[in-house]
């Protein structure tokens, strides 16, 4: 299986998708059940994102789950006492990064939301390395590529990296554990990934179709907004979080068809509004 899939568009606007794989690949060899492995899923994102293509709209999905590797973190993002052996590249010394991947969310998951370590082994650097290769330089490329080709289009692109949240954050969640999720939270990293303009205005689009909505609390976006983003040459990046309570039963995983319907009908409103919003305006 393809652990990737590209669907190139013809407008200015790139969604994807990186963590809402399911395909659990044979090396992953994980010491949790699957009901354990699923709740770091954002489970049927590429769902809701479904009408994306028909629309002309860039769009890259990851089919492999954020728990085997998180392709929104940097390759630097990595817990060494994960390892059997000293990792030969560098590895991060941002102490806010580092916070992060002590919890047990870098690059390789080494603990879910719940806390629960998620191996009862340690890793081979060559095995680590693989799903880097095999993972998150293809996931890189592809989103690179597709708001490559969205900007020389147009001259300039609007990327949505699109994930969702639970209703309340875990115990052992990077960032306000116990905190009660509005319905959207759009980031941007404090303005330097996307026109702040940009993302406020989506605000208010959401806030006024219902829904409440926080700017870049608690989440202001990682790694592919930041990579990506970069407003001073009109490539605006920008991460829009999705409660799951709007469309998912959390515990089962199953989807609540009233709310799944009206979410995606909103979204693909959504969708339309960006197409006709340019941000040089």
């Known amino acids: 299986m393809n652990m990737i899939t590209t669907r190139p568009g013809r407008t200015a606007l790139v969604l994807d ?9 044979a090396d992953f060899r ?33 089919h492999f789950p954020r728990s085997y590797l ?5 390759v630097t993002e990595l817990d060494e006492s994960l390892l059997d052996a000293p990792w030969p ?9 580092l916070q992060k991947v002590r919890l047990g969310k870098g690059l390789i998951w080494k603990c879910t939301d ?12 060559a095995e680590v390395q693989a799903r880097i290769d095999q993972c998150w330089r293809p996931y890189h490329a592809a989103v690179a590529a597709e708001i490559d080709a969205a900007h020389a289009r147009h001259g300039y692109s609007v990327h949505i990296n699109c994930h969702s949240m639970p209703a309340v ?12 999720h509005a319905d959207f939270v759009v980031g941007d990293r404090d303005g330097s990934t996307a026109d702040p303009r940009l993302s406020q205005a989506l605000c208010a689009w959401l806030r006024a179709r219902g829904y409440s909505a926080e700017y870049n609390h608690p989440y202001k ?12 040459h009109q490539r605006h ?35 339309q509004w960006l197409l006709g919003t340019d941000p040089r305006a």
């Open 221 to 232: 976006g990682v790694e592919l907004v930041r990579r990506y983003g970069d407003p001073a």
């Open 89 to 97: 590249g560098p590895v991060t010394a941002d102490p806010v990064v």
């Open 237 to 271: 990046s920008i991460q829009l979080e999705i409660n799951r309570k709007l469309y998912m039963d959390e515990a089962s995983l199953d989807i609540l068809p009233q709310g799944f319907a009206r979410l995606q009908a909103d979204l693909q409103a959504m969708v």
């Open 30 to 62: 994980p010491a949790l059940p699957m009901a354990a492995l699923r709740s770091a899923e954002d489970t049927h994102v590429e769902k809701l994102y479904a009408f994306a293509s028909g629309m002309g709209v860039g769009w890259v999905e990851a």
């Open 114 to 125: 719940d806390g629960l370590p998620i191996y009862d082994r340690q890793l081979t650097v």
């Open 70 to 74: 998180d392709a929104n973190r940097d």
């Open 169 to 180: 954050a875990a115990s052992h969640a990077t960032l306000h554990p116990g905190l009660h």
């Open 17 to 25: 998708s990186p963590h809402s794989g399911t395909h659990y690949p």
